[in-house]
């Protein structure tokens, strides 16, 4: 094995602009690759929050303060019809709470609201968005309940939205998989076709199919490392520079920490890794082994 | 004794150009032999039957106990590894060096690399290119590198060795010299050694056995005058 990992860097270095135009072609479509992943991510991300967060607020009489036997009985007759995922209570006091943490940097908007002014509240999870409108008719006929809330539409617009995505995503990868495949097939069928002298000799002098095409999938699968740590360095510099950026694009939704951001990365490079070591070395068995029967 | 090469009524076809039509014949181990014709008329093409470079149509070949007509791919690998091969245009890797070079079987049949340097060296010897061991083809001179090439070719001690005008592109002072060289390892290697070649010249002064070929068929198998 030492012996064909030799070659294969000798070889690369007696054809570097080759080498380098391959390594570039590998690490363009892994940046692609990244980016899509981190889209892919940043959706997901989204989408756990919009499927998690309480779809339905049900708002008491304001001027009732319902009783804890009356919450309880109304969260538990929910929760009987297994199509709610939480529901949570919020009392007069920490709805004036949240409205002032909300709307902290506006005196003005704070000075205007009183703490009674704000009704209780019950904030409902549904388990599936299709749930909403019949939970919602539902806890509307609770006694003290005056008004209630959901965002059927925009939930449905998101739920359509997260389904393209993964559509599109699931496109998008198998399709640059299959161009950085032939890519790989590609270059390394130049440096197979331009060794068939030598290829022949080979097999003439004993050399088994697995010794020919050793030392082309090493080299299919330096590329895909190569390409996959330059296209990783690429998206890390991208990710750095727009931290700013998606702290406030995700304030509220989740913490953007280091650890979250050093565990994205990794897990980044690791992909790029298997996929760049799978395509390198499929393109260079394949390559190899269509010269081989020819 | 058996045969180390024995062909029944073998045909080879390339489309509707018969070029080998129904060959018999034996080679015993040890022999060392001349493949002798004009040019088209097989010799090229039978040799590269005996390497399985080609795999005939009709017909029976059996080298070092090998069916060549239905060989899997080990098998073919453990044929060639018992075969070596002189090309007239010596087939040399030219971006390796000398030494390399002479590796080659070595190395394709996995010995360690203090193995290798021993025997290339005593195989350089051998051709008398034991100075040059670092050199590359593109320095070398038409009659260094079939020195090279046979170097090469005996380098795993194979059982049989197969030279296609080993002295096609050499004078003819190189050319019988390479030929020299081919006998002098016939009789310290006791190798089996077939040669093609027209040299006429050299066939009738070595007056070995000499199998001739026309238009695909054997027309003389001549014992030479040592057997």
Redesign the interface.
């Known amino acids: 094995m030492n012996k064909h990992i030799k070659l294969a860097f000798s070889r690369i270095a007696r054809a570097p602009y080759q080498a380098m135009a391959a390594i570039l072609v590998m690490s363009m479509t892994m940046l692609l690759a990244g980016i899509f992943l981190a889209i892919g991510v940043i959706s997901q991300i989204l989408l756990v929050y919009f499927e998690t967060r309480p779809q339905i607020n049900a708002y008491f009489n304001q001027e009732l303060s319902p009783q804890p036997q009356q919450i309880e009985l109304i969260k538990a007759s929910l929760l009987a019809t297994g199509k709610v995922e939480d529901v949570k209570y919020v009392s007069k006091e920490q709805a004036f709470e949240e409205y002032k943490q909300q709307n902290a940097s506006d005196s003005l908007l704070v000075g205007a609201v009183t703490s009674g002014i704000l009704p209780a509240s019950l904030s409902i999870s549904v388990k599936d968005p299709k749930f909403m409108r019949e939970i919602a008719e539902d806890v509307k006929k609770e006694v003290g309940i005056d008004e209630v809330r959901f965002e059927e539409e925009i939930v449905d617009t998101l739920s359509h939205w997260t389904d393209s995505v993964r559509f599109v995503g699931l496109i998008l990868v198998g399709t640059h998989g299959l161009i950085t495949l032939l890519v790989v097939l590609l270059v390394i069928g130049i440096k197979v076709s331009s060794r068939r002298e030598e290829i022949s000799t080979l097999r003439l002098l004993g050399a088994s199919k697995r010794y020919i095409t050793a030392p082309f999938v090493i080299e299919g699968v330096i590329y895909g490392v190569a390409g996959a740590f330059l296209a990783w360095l690429v998206i890390l510099l991208g990710v750095l520079y727009t931290t700013s950026f998606w702290k406030f694009f995700l304030d509220g939704i989740m913490v953007l920490s280091v650890s979250n951001i050093m565990m994205f990365m990794v897990s980044v490079l690791l992909f790029e890794l298997v996929a760049g070591v799978l395509i390198g070395s499929i393109g260079g068995l394949i390559a190899t082994s269509r010269f081989i029967k020819s | 004794m058996e045969n180390l090469v024995s062909a029944q009524g073998v045909v080879k076809k390339f489309g509707s150009n018969v070029v080998l039509d129904s060959i018999t014949f034996e080679i015993k181990p040890g022999e060392f032999l001349f493949l002798t014709g004009p040019s088209g008329s097989g010799k090229t093409t039978l040799l590269r039957l005996l ?1 399985r ?1 080609l795999v005939l149509d009709a017909g029976e070949l059996k080298v070092i106990g090998f069916d060549t007509g239905g060989l899997k ?2 098998q073919m ?2 044929l ?2 018992q075969v070596g ?1 002189v090309f007239q245009d010596f ?1 040399l ?1 030219n ?1 390796r060096n000398i030494f390399e070079n002479v590796a ?2 070595l ?3 996995g010995m360690k690399p203090e193995g290798i340097k021993k025997m290339v060296g005593e195989a350089l010897d051998m051709v008398g290119l034991s100075t040059k061991p670092l050199a590359f083809p593109a320095q070398l001179s038409g009659g260094e590198l079939q020195r090279v090439g046979l170097a ?1 070719a005996i380098i795993s001690r194979p059982r049989l060795i197969l030279a296609d005008e080993p002295t096609g592109n050499l004078d003819p002072l190189t050319a019988k010299a390479i030929i020299k060289l081919l006998v002098d390892i016939h009789k310290n290697m006791q190798t089996t050694i077939v040669v093609a070649t027209h040299n006429a010249e050299i066939v009738d002064t070595l007056q070995l056995r000499v199998l001739s070929l026309k238009e695909g068929k054997i027309i003389k198998d001549k014992k030479g005058k040592y057997e």
Request: proline fraction near 6%.
């Open positions: 390497v470079d791919e080990n690998v453990n060639r590894r091969v087939k890797l971006d080659l079987p190395e394709i049949a090469r």
